[in-house]
């Protein structure tokens, strides 16, 4: 973290978990144990049918509401679509873009996630773009060429002052839900190779300015040590958002001074 510089954020990622009967009660959970969030920001990313009722429950706590998904295009014929006009207009801030899951189980290739980043920052909102290597990529030594695509790809048409308001997560695909943590050694490297990337686009000032949270397994155990990287600026959190007491603890240990 390095908050001089940049936001601090912790963001939950639900996937396609809780109903809006669900989203209700872990708000009023989380608003018995949420600490006063002086030093980072907090995110709920919930399903899309969920968000009205997450922007009423979670109204008198400092979360802002994130989408998972959206559709580029601003209106029209796509049945079964979420516009980033509509998301706005239901009081979201975020939308995670580009997800692997995304990517893996739904075609979204990098050009579709350019699209839906530029969409996201024309409606004013902030897209949180995922990006990841697979560990076959690993084992064969191309993640930072991979992710360095990735960026640029999701970034391509975005000016430098509109790069305030997006988030970069690095999720490496072998974490995701494995329990298999990136060391703090891997999440800052290529963290910092992130930035270092976002330097060669936009240069300095715009690099340092921009949050990169790590994803893939953290939990209340691992999360200090990862946010302990001067390039890991947060987190987006899946199993362990989905409970209020763990979600919290992750919070805690960013939320220090
Ligand atoms: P887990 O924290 O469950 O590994 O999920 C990470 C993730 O995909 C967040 O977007």
């Excluded at 990098?110 to 084992?139: F, H, T, W, Y």
Aim: glycine content about 8%.
């Amino acid at each position: 973290m390095n908050r001089r510089y940049r936001k601090t954020i912790i963001a939950g990622n639900w996937k396609m978990n809780k109903t809006a009967t669900e989203t209700r009660q872990f708000a009023e959970e989380l608003k018995t144990m949420l600490p006063k969030t002086k030093w980072c920001d907090v995110v709920v990313c919930v399903p899309s049918v969920n968000i009205s009722a997450a922007v009423k429950a979670f109204k008198d706590m400092r979360v802002a509401i994130g989408a998972e998904n959206v559709y580029y295009e601003k209106s029209g014929a796509f049945t079964g679509e979420v516009s980033a006009d509509m998301l706005k207009d239901l009081g979201v801030k975020y939308v995670i873009v580009g997800h692997s899951e995304r990517r893996q189980y739904f075609g979204e290739t990098d050009s579709i996630v350019n699209k839906k980043v530029l969409a996201v920052l024309e409606a004013g909102m902030s897209p949180i773009i995922c990006v990841g290597e697979s560990l076959e990529q690993r084992e064969t030594g191309v993640t930072t060429e991979w992710i360095a695509l990735q960026v640029k790809s999701a970034l391509a048409g975005v000016p430098a002052e509109k790069m305030r308001k997006c988030v970069i997560a690095y999720e490496p695909i072998w974490a995701i839900g494995t329990g298999r943590t990136a060391t703090a050694e891997q999440a800052a490297e290529v963290c910092s190779s992130i930035r270092a990337t976002i330097r060669s686009l936009y240069g300095a000032r715009v690099a340092r300015s921009v949050t990169i949270q790590y994803g893939g397994s953290m939990k209340p155990d691992n999360a200090a040590e990862l946010l302990a990287q001067g390039d890991v600026d947060g987190g987006l959190i899946g199993g362990a958002a989905l409970k209020p007491d763990q979600f919290v603890a992750i919070i805690n240990a960013a939320n220090q001074e």
